[in-house]
C-alpha cells in the first residue's frame, strides 16, 4: 500500500501567551521534537534573508528617484541657462517634473508596502523568539528582542513606540519613507508654481500657488500615511491582541 499524503487542520491564530501549547493527549509538544530547533532556525534566517532584501529594495528605490529628480534638475538648469525662462522651457519643465513626481509617488509607494512586509517578518520573528524561549526558559534575559507578536513590541525593534501623537508623526519624517514623501510634496508644489507660471506669468502667483500646493499634499500625505499605519496596526492588534505579560509560565 502507498503511503498518502493527508493535509492538517488548519491552525486557529491566536496570541503568543506564557504557555507551552499540548497536543490533545497532553503529551509533548512538538517543540519537544528534536527536529524543531532546525526547523525554527532554518525560520529564521529565511525571514532574515526576506528583511534583507526588503531594505534593498526599498534603498535601491529610494536612491532611483533621487538620482532621477537630481539628473533632471540639473537638466532643466540648463535648459533654463541657454533658452531662458520662456514659455517653451516652462512646458518642458511641467513635463519633466510630473515625470519625477509619478517616479517619486511609486517609489514611496513601493517603501510603505516595504515596511509592511518588514514588520511582518519581524512578528515571525518574534514569535520564533519566543519558542526558543520555550524550549529553554529563562533565557529571555539574554535577548533584547521582544518575544510577543503585538504591535507595539513588533515596533520595539525600531527603536520606538506605538506611533501615537506628535513623538511618532515627528519620528515618521526620519524614515526614508517619511523623507521621500516630503520629497514628492515639494516637486508637486514645483509642478503646480510651474504650470500657474505658464497660465497667469505672475511669479508672485505662482509662488504662492507652488506653497498652497505643497502644503496641501504635505497635509494629505500627512495624513494618509497616519491613517494607513493605523489601520495596519489595527489588523495585527486584532488578529493578535496583546499578551498579558504578567502571566506565569509553564
Same mark, same amino acid.
Given at each position: ?12 491564530? /491566536?496570541?503568543? $501567551? ?6 490533545d493527549t497532553g503529551g509533548a509538544t512538538?517543540?519537544?521534537? +528534536?527536529?524543531?530547533? $532546525? ?11 526576506? /528583511? ?11 536612491? =532611483? ?9 540639473? &537638466? ?48 515571525? =520573528? ?8 520555550? =524550549? ?7 535577548v533584547i528582542g521582544s518575544r510577543y ?29 517619511? =523623507? ?18 505658464? &497660465?497667469?506669468?505672475? +511669479? ?25 499605519? /493605523? ?10 491582541? +496583546? ?8
Amino acid at each position: 500500500m502507498t503511503d498518502q499524503f493527508v493535509a492538517a487542520v488548519p491552525g486557529e491564530a /491566536r496570541p503568543i $501567551t506564557g504557555e507551552r501549547p499540548q497536543d490533545d493527549t497532553g503529551g509533548a509538544t512538538p517543540l519537544d521534537d +528534536p527536529r524543531a530547533l $532546525t526547523i525554527l532556525t532554518t525560520e529564521h534566517w529565511g525571514l532574515l534573508t526576506a /528583511r534583507s532584501l526588503v531594505y534593498n529594495e526599498a534603498f535601491a528605490r529610494a536612491g =532611483m528617484f533621487l538620482a532621477l529628480l537630481s539628473a533632471t534638475l540639473v &537638466v532643466l538648469g540648463l535648459i533654463s541657462a541657454a533658452t531662458g525662462f520662456s514659455d517653451a522651457f516652462l512646458v518642458v519643465a511641467a513635463v519633466v517634473l510630473a515625470l519625477d513626481l509619478f517616479v517619486g509617488l511609486a517609489s514611496f509607494g513601493r517603501i510603505a508596502s516595504a515596511n509592511q512586509e518588514d514588520i511582518r517578518f519581524l512578528q515571525g =520573528m518574534n514569535r520564533i523568539r519566543h519558542a526558543y524561549d520555550e =524550549m529553554v526558559p529563562g533565557l529571555d534575559r539574554y535577548v533584547i528582542g521582544s518575544r510577543y507578536d503585538d504591535f507595539g513590541s513588533v515596533l520595539s525593534h525600531y527603536g520606538t513606540a506605538e506611533p501615537r501623537g506628535i513623538s511618532g508623526l515627528l519620528h515618521g519624517f526620519t524614515t526614508t519613507s517619511g =523623507m521621500i514623501s516630503v520629497i514628492c510634496c515639494a516637486v508637486a508644489g514645483g509642478l503646480a508654481a510651474v504650470l500657474l507660471l505658464l &497660465v497667469a506669468h505672475e +511669479p508672485l502667483v505662482a509662488s504662492v500657488g507652488g506653497l498652497f500646493a505643497f502644503a496641501l499634499a504635505f497635509v494629505v500625505a500627512t495624513s494618509g500615511s497616519t491613517r494607513r499605519i /493605523r489601520q495596519f496596526g489595527e489588523s495585527l492588534q486584532a488578529q493578535f491582541p +496583546p499578551p498579558d505579560r504578567g502571566s506565569p509560565r509553564s
